[in-house]
């Protein structure tokens, strides 16, 4: 899939095999949820916690807020530099939650029964957010509304959509993608897109 035209000259911010694009495609598997009462919609930290929690969106929003800006690598080849995005940090997220030091990897569980593998460093890296909104607006259905994971470091699969559920485990499990042909880590600058590569 190609979106947009390649640059004559590789832009440093943009990995090997990636080409630049102003748009924002939309990929994904499944069906769009569409959230049209947030009272029924909640966030679950599970896993090995000392405590299972689970939060509103309401809740989500009364957290401490972080804005960060990122660029983002599709597996398919597209790049899209200098996003803007509003969300919490997981770091933020787990203030008040203590992890199991036996926890190595998070499982991102969202809607439409996908789900995503991380190791327990990238998912509190420094530049990985919860995101609500992006560019100053809340995120559209088809980007992930209500909430979705910002992991800019990795191919974009890695930022699961319409996020549900983080659960932490001590043994890696692959997700959906990754069941499927795709990388189990997904570094953009090593081209590991897929579990040949």
Request: glycine share 6%; net charge negative; with cysteine.
């Amino acid at each position: 899939m190609y979106f947009g035209k390649p640059k004559k000259q590789q832009n440093e911010s943009i990995p090997p095999g990636q080409h630049e694009t102003t748009r924002f495609p939309v990929l994904h598997h499944g069906n769009v949820p569409y959230y049209r009462d947030l009272e029924e919609w909640t966030l679950t930290i599970d896993g090995l916690v000392d405590e299972k929690m689970t939060y509103t969106y309401q809740q989500l929003l009364d957290m401490p807020q972080t804005c960060l800006q990122n660029d983002i690598h599709c597996v398919t080849g597209w790049s899209k530099l200098n996003n803007m995005w509003e969300g919490i940090t997981p770091k933020d997220l787990l203030s008040s939650i203590k992890v199991n030091d036996s926890a190595k990897f998070v499982i991102l569980h969202a809607e439409e029964e996908f789900s995503t593998n991380l190791p327990i460093q990238d998912f509190l890296h420094e530049k990985t957010l919860l995101a609500h909104s992006y560019e100053g607006k809340p995120l559209t259905p088809e980007h992930g509304f209500p909430l979705r994971a910002v992991v800019s470091h990795l191919y974009f699969w890695k930022s699961a959509k319409w996020l549900r559920r983080i659960e932490f485990v001590a043994e890696e499990q692959l997700g959906f993608w990754e069941k499927n042909g795709y990388h189990h880590y997904g570094d953009p600058w090593k081209e590991e897109r897929y579990s040949w590569s």
